[in-house]
């Protein structure tokens, strides 16, 4: 064998260890197994965003925050070394098996300005994995009634409340016929009032004088929340809700009886 080919074997034999090693290298690579996806909570709770790894061997786990002021994600933590004076933020590891762990990221107390996208985040020179999770922060929100019958010409008051904030930033829509208004555009004889009390901002809506016009949904908003009662204004509402509960009950004691009558069988038939 000329010293070429020495030379040429030895340059292959390097070229097929070099591949092999990155292979390795690749296939040993953390994973993550949790996927980006989306998580809501009220105002005040922990928030708890998971990140699940395998082999995480000698690497970290990253914990970004996307900043929308500069379109950039910036880090929150790494490993269990947080960088934010905020006191709120912490992180919890703990592992499962040799190869399994999980890193999450604790949020409590949360707030309004917690809501956003966070990034887990697993990266070297060569490579990384990260998920995203979308956080959304909302606010304790209700409607009362959510569904009422009236006459017309009755009075009708729908109690929109927030809770643990106090806002008058509450818009009401209603929408009919597949078609959605601001109510303003188009109704009168329509009242709001609002109020602030024991923690709970309520925004009334009142219809004074309720017509058949007025039956759709009904919906309060306040930013990405929103939450809709059903109104139907109809001669003979009374009647027809008294109707509806009467056959309501007449099916719940009919399905009693049917299972009183199987029981009883299957107990004549045990004696038997």
């Known amino acids: 064998m000329t010293s070429r080919q020495v030379s040429l074997a030895v340059f292959l034999l390097l070229t097929i260890i070099h591949e092999l090693t990155a292979t ?81 990221l604790e949020i409590y107390n949360t707030q309004l300005a917690d809501d956003g996208t966070y990034e887990c985040k697993i990266s070297n020179r060569r490579r990384s994995v990260s998920i995203k999770i979308h956080l959304h922060v909302q606010i304790p929100m209700s409607i009362q009634p959510s569904r009422l019958y009236v006459e017309p010409g ?45 923690n709970i901002s309520t925004s009334q809506l009142i219809i004074r004088h309720a017509q058949p016009y007025h039956s759709g949904l009904w919906t309060c908003t306040y930013r990405r929340q929103r939450r809709s009662a059903r109104i139907v ?31 009883l069988g299957h107990h004549i038939t045990r004696r038997i």
């Open 24 to 104: 390795v290298q690749i296939n040993d690579f953390p994973r993550i197994l949790t996927r980006t996806h989306n998580q809501t909570i009220n105002v005040s709770d922990t928030a708890i965003l998971t990140c699940h790894v395998t082999n995480l061997g000698n690497h970290h786990v990253t914990w970004l925050k996307y900043d929308r002021n500069t379109s950039i994600f910036l880090p929150l933590t790494v490993g269990e070394e947080v960088f934010l004076s905020e006191k709120r933020y912490s992180v919890s590891s703990y592992s499962i098996s040799s190869v399994h762990s999980y890193w999450n």
């Open 154 to 198: 009755s009075e009708v008051e729908l109690d929109c409340m927030i809770y643990n904030i106090n806002t008058s930033s509450i818009t009401w829509h209603f929408s009919s016929s597949n078609q959605t208004y601001h109510y303003n555009d188009y109704l009168y004889d329509i009242h709001e009032k609002y109020q602030h009390e024991k």
């Open 233 to 263: 204004v109809v001669k003979g509402a009374m009647q027809r809700l008294l109707s509806n509960n009467r056959s309501t009950s007449n099916v719940q004691c009919t399905m009693s009886l049917i299972l009183f009558a199987l029981l």
